[in-house]
């Protein structure tokens, strides 16, 4: 992985000030937090949010292969069928 001061994704133009593709983890660090996360293309990157806002500080290139898939929606909730029940 490398720094960057660019301001979008180098490999396919995404902005870092946009949401990110996929959030894979966050972490409270002693200055504001690190977020690490996937983008739309496949590279991961470094987000840290501190007292000067946030920015991508590291970031790989895309990985091999197809672009992950998003993440799956939540699935709708249920109908209580507690009263459903046959006996």
């Not at 946009?18 to 690490?36: D, K, N, Q, Y």
């Not at 996937?38 to 290139?61: E, K």
């Not at 197809?66 to 046959?86: I, V």
Request: one cysteine or more; charged letters at 15%; glycine letters at 12%.
């Amino acid at each position: 992985m490398t720094s960057t001061d660019a301001t979008a994704c180098p490999h396919c133009g995404w902005p870092d000030g946009g949401e990110p593709f996929r959030v894979l983890s966050r972490h409270s660090t002693a200055t504001g937090l690190t977020v690490w996360t996937r983008c739309g293309c496949g590279s991961l990157q470094v987000r840290v949010a501190d007292g000067s806002g946030t920015r991508v500080v590291s970031r790989s290139g895309p990985a091999p292969g197809p672009a992950p898939a998003p993440a799956p929606a939540p699935a709708p909730a249920r109908p209580d069928t507690a009263g459903r029940c046959r006996t």
